[in-house]
């Protein structure tokens, strides 16, 4: 029968010291002593025929490790159930010293949730925002994809100016020697759309089919292919075709670019869009008002441990959507100190911000059913084309990890909107353009 006093050693981290009695341990030394045993292979002796003395001599410390790693994987789990802790992290084990006559002793250090009690939700004073989208948005809208829609028609005899596509064949040279990834057959490239770096683009201009040039390409400082990187080229280019950019002269003529009947159809799913996304940046910028009354009106204390942990998956997914990007991924950029103190402020506050909404949970005994989450996965499902909604919904179902990011988003929607309905409330309306504004602004900081 294992013994364990629990210790804190500081804000929500605490030391679980476990004793393990001196004949448990023996026996355990034993069992691993023979094991070894059944094993050796030494000079001198027949296969598991040396000496037990011969062996605790030469493996004397492996024994001793062995044992140790026994006994604390045989009651881990009982000692955490005994101590009553919570883990918000793995624990991390300690088995410093040896063994004494008394026993063998180890220690789980563990960090715990933060509890919160919350001030009266009453005394919180909260923005209720409302985002509207004007006529002068939707047109907007209308008007960008009206300039971003464009096919283009192949001219003979056309000179390629900015916004033409090009269909060209190029080698690049750096020093008289091609260089990897540094040619290509027929390819394409819209002159001005930063596919290609500007030298090669604008370089580009002037030709016309069958031309053919030499143009100076300087790879800027920095470049994601390090031996280009600052370096002067050259790209020799023959021009095989010249596309002319060609845009609708009407909504209608848009719509069925873009597979609808009518610049009608266009419209009615364009509002749809633009309510979804109103709905979506009035509940945005409500719950960030709660969350900056709650943190306002309640302290809460993070371990350092918890931080560091959220900074290193906050730290994975800029990478990985750099990466997404083309862009380079380095260690030293996360050493940057004003990258740090953004990162740990922002992961400091998120955890925070949890705390409390969990608190706001508990006090209000708040839940949802299964029924809710089939309902929100057949709403998130409505927003993909018909024949995809089945495979989507699919998806969610089979990935349990799915599931549970759509109950916490609800969970959390439930609490925000129980605070809401608790707190002083200030209506505030916002045009989408002007919400949107604040966010980037918000998010360059």
């Known amino acids: 029968m294992i013994e364990t006093n629990v210790k804190s050693t500081g804000s929500d981290e605490h030391d679980i010291q476990v004793h393990v009695p001196r004949e448990e341990y023996d026996r355990e030394y034993t069992a691993q002593l023979q094991k070894i045993v059944s094993k050796a292979r030494l000079p001198g002796f027949r296969p598991g025929k040396t000496p037990k003395s011969v062996i605790e001599k030469k493996f004397s410390g492996q024994l001793v490790e062995d044992t140790a790693s026994a006994l604390v994987q045989e009651h881990y789990i009982e000692a955490l159930e005994k101590s009553g802790l919570m883990p918000a992290l793995q624990p991390e084990i300690d088995m410093a010293g040896l063994a004494d006559a008394k026993g063998f002793g180890f220690t789980i250090k563990v960090v715990t949730w933060p509890k919160a009690e919350l001030k009266k939700l009453g005394r919180l004073s909260i923005s209720q925002t409302e985002v509207k989208a004007s006529d002068a948005e939707m047109q907007a809208v209308i008007d960008r994809l009206m300039e971003n829609q464009v096919s283009y028609e192949i001219a003979d005899k056309a000179v390629a100016e900015q916004g033409d596509e090009v269909h060209m064949d190029y080698t690049g040279y750096l020093d008289d020697e091609s260089f990897e990834g540094g040619k290509a057959e027929n390819a394409r490239v819209v002159i001005g759309s930063g596919q290609l770096l500007p030298d090669l683009e604008e370089g580009l201009i002037g030709l016309k089919v069958n031309d053919e040039r030499t143009i100076d390409v300087h790879f800027p400082e920095g470049h994601q292919h390090a031996p280009l990187a600052g370096k002067k080229t050259r790209f020799e280019v023959k021009v095989n075709q010249v596309g002319k950019a060609v845009h609708p002269r009407d909504e209608d003529e848009l719509a069925g ?24 940046a009035s509940f945005e910028a409500t719950r960030q008002s709660v969350f900056d009354a709650l943190l306002k009106a309640n302290r809460v204390s993070i371990p350092e441990a918890l931080i560091r942990q959220d900074m290193a998956e906050a730290k994975k997914r800029i990478a990985k959507d750099m990466q997404a990007r083309g862009m380079e991924v380095t260690k030293e950029m996360f050493k940057e100190e004003k990258l ?104 360059a900081k």
């Not at 670019?257 to 979506?280: G, P, V, Y």
């Not at 955890?351 to 029924?371: F, N, P, S, T």
């Not at 084309?385 to 969970?411: A, C, H, M, T, Y």
């Open 257 to 280: 670019m873009i597979n609808f009947d009518s610049a009608k159809a266009l419209r009615k799913d364009m509002q749809t869009r633009m309510d979804r996304e109103t709905e979506q």
């Open 340 to 443: 740090f103190e953004r990162l740990h402020n922002t992961s400091e506050e998120n955890l925070k911000v949890a705390v409390l909404l969990q608190a706001a949970r508990l006090d209000a005994g708040m839940d949802v059913d299964e029924a809710e989450v089939e309902t929100e996965i057949k709403r998130l499902a409505g927003e993909y084309p018909e024949q995809q909604r089945d495979q989507f919904k699919k998806w969610i179902r089979d990935n349990k990890g799915q599931v549970d990011s759509v109950k916490d988003r609800l969970v959390e929607k439930k609490v925000v909107e129980f605070i809401i309905s608790q707190a002083k409330v200030k209506k505030v309306s916002k045009g989408l353009d002007e919400w949107q504004a604040e966010k980037d602004a918000a998010q």
